[in-house]
């Protein structure tokens, strides 16, 4: 169950919404946060916030894949695989990952640090190929540089 501080702050952004659909992406994102992802309790409560079934925050929660149903690790590395990066290293990149994370695309690390996702374009095209970790995003990636980064967030990981 979410604190009632978080619940009422919620409540507000939900009622200041144009739409109820419009506040639920905010609310599931916020329910993740606070959970670690979005479980079926939190599922439940943001379906009573918004005023939606629970079927409905199903649909949109699956379509958004920054919305995660199952357990993820505290840190998730998105690499992304759309036209633009796959044509540029991104393929290259995220396998460099996987060996270097000792996982499959999807998986998270033994220790549970790290979650390594393949994801869609992250609007960032220009800068190809590219990764996302937490809200920071990093371009031009070489497989050197991306397992710099990841090592270095491993390494500042809670628990590491
Ligand atoms: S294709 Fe990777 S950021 Fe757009």
Same mark, same amino acid.
């Given at each position: 169950m979410i604190p009632e501080l978080l619940?009422?702050?919620l409540e507000k952004r939900v009622a200041d919404?144009? &739409?109820n659909r419009e506040a639920a992406v905010d609310t599931m994102k916020?329910?993740?946060r606070h959970y670690g992802w979005l479980t079926d309790e939190a599922l439940e409560e943001a379906a009573q916030l918004l005023g939606l079934s629970p079927l409905q925050v199903e649909e949109l929660a699956t379509f958004y894949e920054m919305i995660y149903r199952r357990p993820v690790a505290p840190r998730i590395v998105h690499v992304c695989d759309s036209i633009s990066c796959w044509a540029s290293g991104g393929e290259t990149l995220l396998k460099?990952? &996987?060996q270097l994370?000792?996982?499959e695309p999807g998986s998270t690390t033994a220790d549970g640090a790290?979650?390594?996702l393949p994801c869609s374009c992250l609007g960032n095209c220009g800068e190809a190929p590219?990764?996302?970790i937490g809200e920071k995003q990093?371009?031009?990636m070489t497989p050197e540089a991306g397992a710099e980064i990841v090592a270095a967030v491993r390494d500042a990981s809670p628990g590491s």
């Open positions: 619940k009422t702050n919404a144009v &739409t916020e329910l993740q460099s990952l &996987t994370l000792e996982i790290i979650t390594l590219c990764m996302m990093y371009g031009r």
